[in-house]
Nanobody, 127 residues
Framework: QLQFVESGGGLVQPGGSLRLSCIASGSTLADYAIGWFRQAPGKEREGISCISARDVGTYYADSVKGRFTISRDHVKNTVYLQMNSLKPEDTALYYC????????????????????WGQGTQVTVSS
């Protein structure tokens, strides 16, 4: 059973940076598409980035494109989300998730495409 622990969230000023980590156990992540989602109070969970199996491709929502970078460390079985130029509207609970299809080009962006979820880490951007 694939399980995740997210970390790296916190309070940061506008313009600052954070790096979120999603550490997996129970299975290797290499064959899974991994996504990062966020959910702000009163809003739906939003898919903001994903990386395909074997790191063939990546996806970014327009709201984070050019500011966030997703990456994977296969040795550490960990996926990262580097977040730069943070804005107050980035404040949310951030989740990582894993989904599987026998494809290295699959880039799932909706919650129902993912089977495994972490518990979330809070990111607050405020001065």
């Amino acid at each position: 059973q694939l399980q995740f622990v997210e970390s790296g969230g916190g309070l940061v000023q506008p313009g600052g940076s954070l790096r979120l980590s999603c550490i997996a156990s129970g299975s290797t992540l290499a064959d899974y598409a991994i996504g990062w989602f966020r959910q702000a109070p009163g809003k739906e969970r939003e898919g903001i980035s994903c990386i395909s199996a074997r790191d063939v491709g990546t996806y970014y929502a327009d709201s984070v494109k050019g500011r966030f970078t997703i990456s994977r460390d296969h040795v550490k079985n960990t996926v990262y989300l580097q977040m730069n130029s943070l804005k107050p509207e980035d404040t949310a609970l951030y989740y990582c998730a894993a989904g599987y299809q026998p494809s290295t080009t699959w880039l799932p962006t909706t919650t129902n495409e993912y089977a495994y979820w972490g518990q979330g880490t809070q990111v607050t951007v405020s001065s």
